[in-house]
């Protein structure tokens, strides 16, 4: 059973700093293409940033030179840096991962406040 379980969200100034992670079981993590999607209130779910399972990264325009994304094999873990952040990234952070088949895992999100 694949579970996603993030963490590291709360509430943040305009202009500070969270590191967000995600721990992964049920799946083989080295092998994985893992991703960060973010949700605010009222909008769709959109793609923050991806990486695979090789180490290569993108990112949304609006977050490129702010947030990085990385992963640790050896704790199954991916993370979210997110630098100078702003009011408008405020959002329900969610974790992905998905299947040659077609079949995407989710977890059940990590809620960043950014307001002063």
């Known amino acids: 059973q694949v579970q996603l379980v993030e963490s590291g969200g709360g509430l943040v100034q305009p202009g500070g700093s969270l590191k967000l992670s995600c721990a992964a079981s049920?799946?083989?993590?080295?092998?994985?293409?893992m991703a960060w999607y973010r949700q605010a209130p009222g909008k769709q779910r959109q793609l923050v940033a991806a990486?695979?399972?090789?180490?290569?990264?993108n990112y949304a325009e609006s977050v490129k030179g702010r947030f990085t994304i990385s992963r640790d094999n050896a704790k199954n873990t991916v993370y979210l840096q997110m630098n100078s952040l702003k009011p408008e990234d405020t959002a329900v952070y969610y974790c992905k991962t998905w299947s040659s088949g077609g079949i995407d895992y989710w977890g059940k999100g990590t809620l960043v406040t950014v307001s002063s």
């Open positions: 049920g799946i083989i993590f080295s092998s994985k293409p």
């Open positions: 990486i695979t399972s090789g180490g290569i990264t």
